[in-house]
């Protein structure tokens, strides 16, 4: 469950920065993906969004401090 | 598979290795390779994957063959950095390469109105108006009946100003999007009866763009119909509108992306021309060779039977507007034809059909049979076909032919057609009302060819006459669309907006030739333009283009006697005609040397051959000339 979420994060991640080398990991930040500004995290989002069939508010986006966290809140959202 | 027209179900979900094949996307080639993986839906992510495979493969110089060129500008006040790749994307599924020039956020009156701003540098052949209600000076006045009226009569005057000034500054055409509806009823049910709440005044200023700006040359992409389309709930999305101005739910992006592309495509001739339907569970339920007629599903009041019934209204309604008819079965044909002609329910009949395959042959052989018929290109034909395997194999074999998936539900069928966008036009000409009885006509004409032993007296027997005249306003809309659909028979595929179009005609160093064509088989409309300059003492001819529906008729000799004629009478020594090749136009290679021209010179593909005035003898001509006077250009100014 957990690994497939990481495998398509891995995935929308690569797409998004057209970089093949990038692994989804529980410790990536943005701050580690050098091309990784505002608008490509709306467009990380809007793949997330479309990927996984949910939705985030605003709020929950921007307190996300790393992958890891990501992925639990795309977990619980599933739950839902 | 989904329905739901926000994943564009038409089209198929793309390969896994898409990002692969964009990278590794290989510049010779790269043309049609970029084509098909636009054939499928692309979300966000594969759109910016293929957009910048485009940006790369374009900036290392290749040529890519079939598509045309657009800058496009997009003028708004709201975010389009998300919009820009999904319309780039789109823009290839309508043989478009598109370059798109965003203006600096909400900077939309500086762009437009400094002459030497970014978007007049960038030298736009396109300019795309995305306003947002929410940058537009509309606040509600409920129940204010006179406010109301001059906020929207100001709201009109804004985009007016935009528009003149872009058209004083530039050449370019203009995209005005026409603006969704709000989610915001502060008084409920009775919003809508108050005038100067906020969905009568923007629902007012679309009526008006319609009303007032669609005559002055301007292309409406009809957003608020597309956001009422799917929902005006799910369109918009707060959300995205605090996050990043973004004016709509992202996950419309790829369907408004399509729907702008499909304007931008449909100004520039790419524009499908021809639906081939299949039979068998496609316009009617059952496999009539072995159901046989009675056994049929198509009739009223048969919850399936109305489904087959409203594929064929859909078929019918295509007709009525001009786009031709075709069938592509695997049937025995005298059986597929009995059922048109004597099921009781068919709202189609052969009558309709222009060109009507029904054998056991290959499908995709089949199809090249049906676009050589109709003097038509592949490209031109839409497939609707139920069953996926032949979908599959028509796709793979014939990539040029637009194949719609269709979900297994019939009830879908119609309407997934309609909503692909393949016919989309921007204007409905007396020509487009008449296109299917001139196809039809020129079946009885191959007929009758088949039937004459030499072609001179065939061509007699047609009982042809031209007109040949200058352009005139109320022709204009029609000799736009000729001069920007025609490919084949089309010597510098030269492409003019109608704007262009009516500079020409004002402009006296310029003249002008339409021509209509009659025979006894009916009005073929107006189907050849040339455009002539006058250089010194030579006209040199800039634009000459033919619909490929009258080719083989020595039209194009008869015209040729009328603009020398023209030139003497003028004064004129020289007639030179430029050829400039395209993959498409192969047609006219020879053609200034059938009709007596000789090479003046050849620079790179571009040759220009010359033609002595005075040396000139006519051409003998299977049909009669009618001359229209040249206009005054005194008494018109």
């Known amino acids: ?80 | 598979m989904t329905t739901e027209i926000a994943s564009l179900p038409w089209l198929p979900r793309p390969p896994a290795d898409f990002r692969q094949r964009c990278k590794e996307l290989d510049p010779r080639g790269a043309a049609s390779e970029l084509r098909r993986l636009s054939s499928f839906f692309l979300d966000e992510r594969h759109s910016h994957l293929i957009a910048s495979a485009l940006r790369r493969v374009s900036n290392s110089g290749a040529r890519l063959e079939g598509l045309t060129r657009v800058r496009l500008a997009i003028l708004s006040n709201s975010t389009t950095t998300f919009a820009a790749p999904a319309i780039v994307a789109a823009g290839l599924r309508y043989g478009l390469q598109i370059e798109v020039v965003e203006a600096e956020f909400s900077q939309v009156f500086q762009e437009a109105l400094y002459p030497d701003s970014q978007l007049y540098r960038s030298k736009p052949d396109m300019v795309l108006l995305a306003m947002d209600h929410r940058g537009l000076p509309i606040s509600p006045c409920p129940g204010e009946k006179e406010t109301a009226r001059q906020i929207v009569t100001r709201g009109l005057t804004e985009i007016e100003g935009l528009i003149s000034a872009i058209r004083g500054n530039c050449r370019a055409t203009v995209i005005l999007q026409s603006i969704p509806g709000v989610v915001w009823p502060t008084f409920g049910n009775f919003d809508s009866a108050l005038p100067g709440t906020l969905n009568r005044l923007i629902s007012e200023l679309n009526i008006l763009f319609v009303e007032r700006l669609i005559p002055q040359g301007i292309l409406i992409a009809d957003i608020a119909n597309l956001a009422a389309t799917v929902g005006i709930g799910e369109w918009s999305d707060p959300r995205s509108w605090n996050l990043a101005k973004i004016p709509f739910a992202t996950r419309f992006l790829p369907l408004y992306a399509d729907q702008v592309a499909r304007v931008i495509g449909a100004a520039y001739g790419k524009s499908r021309k021809c639906l081939v339907l299949d039979l068998d569970n496609t316009i009617w339920g059952g496999v009539v060779g072995d159901d046989g007629i009675d056994k049929l599903v198509l009739a009223n009041g048969h919850p399936t039977g109305e489904a087959y019934l409203e594929v064929q209204r859909a078929a019918l309604a295509l007709h009525s507007r001009g786009v031709v008819l075709a069938v592509c079965s695997k049937n025995e044909e005298s059986i597929a034809r009995a059922a048109f002609r004597e099921h009781p329910e068919m709202l189609l009949r052969e009558s309709h059909i222009a060109a009507f395959q029904a054998n056991w042959e290959d499908k995709a052989r089949n199809l090249r049979t049906i676009a050589e018929r109709l003097g038509l290109g592949l490209e031109a034909l839409v497939l609707l076909d139920d069953n996926a395997a032949e979908r599959d194999l028509v796709r793979h074999a014939l990539p040029e032919v637009a194949v719609p998936e269709l979900p297994d539900d019939p009830a879908m069928f119609a309407r997934t057609l309609l909503c692909a966008g393949y016919f989309e036009s921007i204007a409905f000409t007396e020509d487009d009302r008449k296109r299917n009885e001139q196809y039809a006509a020129n079946a009885l004409r191959a007929r009758l060819a088949e039937d004459s032993t030499d072609i001179e007296s065939y061509l007699r027997s047609l009982d042809m006459t031209i007109e040949i005249g200058s352009f005139t306003q109320i022709d204009r809309q029609r000799i736009v669309q000729l001069i920007n659909k025609t490919n084949q028979f089309n010597l510098t595929t030269r492409r003019y907006t109608e704007e262009d179009v009516k500079q020409l005609e004002y402009d006296p160093r310029v003249s002008t030739f339409q021509v209509r064509l009659r025979d006894r088989f009916g009005d073929n409309g107006l189907i050849s333009v040339l455009i002539c300059r006058t250089a010194g003492t030579d006209w040199i001819i800039d634009t000459w283009l033919m619909s490929c529906r009258v080719l083989k008729r020595r039209v194009e000799h008869a015209v040729l006697n009328v603009v020398v004629e023209e030139a003497r009478s003028r004064g004129l020594k020289r007639i030179v005609g430029v050829y400039i090749p395209t993959a498409r136009n192969g047609l006219v290679k020879n053609l200034f040397e059938e009709l007596r021209f000789g090479l003046l010179d050849r620079v790179g593909l571009e040759e220009s051959w010359a033609l002595d005035v005075s040396t000139f003898v006519p051409f003998a001509v299977p049909l009669e000339v009618k001359r229209q006077p040249p206009p005054d250009r005194a008494a018109a100014l």
Do not use: C, H
Request: overall charge negative; cysteine-free.
């Open chain 1, 1 to 80: 469950m957990n690994e497939d979420i990481y495998g398509k994060l891995t995935e929308i991640l690569r797409d998004v920065f057209d970089d093949d080398s990038i692994v989804a990991t529980p410790q990536l930040t943005a701050n580690d993906v050098e091309a990784w500004d505002s608008v490509s995290n709306v467009r990380v989002f809007v793949a997330i969004e479309v990927e996984f069939g949910i939705r985030f508010s605003n709020a929950e986006i921007t307190q996300l401090q790393n992958v890891g966290e990501l992925v639990e809140l795309i977990e619980r959202r599933r739950v839902q």
